[in-house]
T-cell receptor, first 113, second 114 residues
Framework: DAGVTQSPTHLIKTRGQQVTLRCSPK?????VSWYQQALGQGPQFIFQYYEEEERQRGNFPDRFSGHQFPNYSSELNVNALLLGDSALYLCASSPGLAGETQYFGPGTRLLVL | AQSVTQPDIHITVSEGASLELRCNYS??????LFWYVQSPGQGLQLLLKYFSGDTLVQGIKGFEAEFKRSQSSFNLRKPSVHWSDAAEYFC????????????FGTGTRLQVFP
């Protein structure tokens, strides 16, 4: 049973560009959350998707947007990239909103030059 | 506001020694608490969690944690550390009605000497 998968593993972009990161949840999970982990910091919650809708959002600007597909996979889009967006982006999945544990993928490391 | 504090940025222990990593939280309601471990270049792996009931919880890899409501703490312990335990450890509190988001501490980096 595959766990949470993310693609790509690494990405290099320049300031002002746009990026799309992808996440496939663990089998049986229908809720996907995204986190940003800057170097030397703990992960910070970006937003969560359930039933193809954004259910909760952290303190991130509108440049960060997402989508969830009918198969529960999800995308994170970041527009107008800034140097400060360089981070490890983690996707986590869980089986619904019943207080279940979130399981994390390996992350996508984004470097903005 | 909800927050998690991990006072120790970096801890070094000898292999075989005992370990305690500290975690304090700030949250108005009954907390859901987690410890995750992150090896270099890896995602986060759940070590253990506290939702309710027994305040001493057992996790994987021989770790345990004790929830102390009076001290707003959820410290992680292991009686005998192995070299493979070297990693970054994160404490987190689940907030919202259904733990729909996690608030993480800044992490504690554990180094293990042979």
């Amino acid at each position: 049973d595959a766990g949470v998968t993310q693609s790509p593993t690494h990405l290099i972009k320049t300031r002002g560009q746009q990026v799309t990161l992808r996440c496939s949840p663990k089998s049986g999970h229908d809720t996907v959350s995204w986190y940003q982990q800057a170097l030397g910091q703990g992960p910070q919650f970006i937003f969560q998707y359930y039933e193809e809708e954004e259910r909760q959002r952290g303190n991130f600007p509108d440049r960060f947007s997402g989508h969830q597909f009918p198969n529960y996979s999800s995308e994170l889009n970041v527009n107008a990239l800034l140097l400060g967006d360089s981070a490890l982006y983690l996707c986590a999945s869980s089986p619904g909103l019943a207080g279940e544990t979130q399981y994390f993928g390996p992350g996508t490391r984004l470097l903005v030059l | 506001a909800q927050s998690v504090t991990q006072p120790d940025i970096h801890i070094t222990v000898s292999e075989g020694a005992s370990l305690e990593l500290r975690c304090n939280y700030s949250y108005g309601a009954t907390p859901y608490l987690f410890w995750y471990v992150q090896s270099p270049g890896q995602g986060l792996q759940l070590l253990l969690k506290y939702f309710s009931g027994d305040t001493l919880v057992q996790g994987i890899k021989g770790f345990e944690a004790e929830f102390k409501r009076s001290q707003s703490s959820f410290n992680l312990r292991k009686p005998s550390v192995h070299w493979s335990d070297a990693a970054e450890y994160f404490c987190a509190v689940g907030v919202g009605y259904n733990t729909d988001k996690l608030i993480f501490g800044t992490g504690t980096r554990l180094q293990v000497f042979p």
